[in-house]
Structures are given as C-alpha cells and as structure tokens.
Nanobody, 120 residues
Framework: QVQLVESGGGLVQPGGSLRLSCAAS????????MGWYRQASGKQRELVAT????????YADSVKGRFTISRDNAKNAVYLQVDNSLKPEDTAVYYC?????????????WGQGTQVTVSS
C-alpha cells in the first residue's frame, strides 16, 4: 500500500504565491509519473500538471507560465510552485497522484487533497 500526503494549501490573496508538497510512502518499487490535479466546487477534477521520473513536464493551458511542477525522486515527492500569480479561479482542492510501478503493472494512488483558496 502507498500513502500520499499533501501539504501547503491555505488562503492566499490574488497575485500571491504558494508551494504545495506531496510525499509518497509505503511499498514503492518505482514511481513513474507524478502529478497534480484540482477540483473546484461543483466542477470535475482537472489536470494541473504532471512530471515523469525523467523530468518531462506537462501543464494545463490555464496554468502554463504560472505554475511549476518539480519532483525529488530520492524522496518520492512532488511539488507545485506558484510565484506571484495566483488567481481566484485557481481556488480548488488540489490532489497529487503517483503512478507506482510494480512487476505486475502500474497502480495509481491519490492523496487526500489540500484546499487552496485565492481571495482578498
């Protein structure tokens, strides 16, 4: 079993910054891709950004140029950095996930989510 724990959410003013962290623990052979998704109230969960073990990244158009995803393979951790560009429409519960590779295949795990509220 694998557990993902997110941290770093909270209330931020428009134009503000934040850094979300997510650490995976448990029975981990290798993590291929890790990512961040978000779900605003009344909406479906959507992709924010993903990153492979080799560092290749993919971003939603709505966050390109504002959000930066990174990971520390040694710590089985993934991060999401936003510098001075948060918007009210970024308000959502942010979830991290990890695709953990086993000999039998790959299993996708999710964190419990962390609330980010962008408001003045």
């Amino acid at each position: 079993q694998v557990q993902l724990v997110e941290s770093g959410g909270g209330l931020v003013q428009p134009g503000g910054s934040l850094r979300l962290s997510c650490a995976a623990s448990g029975s981990i052979l290798r993590i291929s891709a890790m990512g961040w998704y978000r779900q605003a109230s009344g909406k479906q969960r959507e992709l924010v950004a993903t990153i492979t073990s080799g560092g290749s990244t993919n971003y939603a158009d709505s966050v390109k140029g504002r959000f930066t995803i990174s990971r520390d393979n040694a710590k089985n951790a993934v991060y999401l950095q936003v510098d001075n560009s948060l918007k009210p429409e970024d308000t959502a519960v942010y979830y991290c996930n990890a695709a953990v590779a086993y000999r039998s295949g790959t299993t996708l795990y999710w964190g419990q989510g962390t609330q980010v509220t962008v408001s003045s």
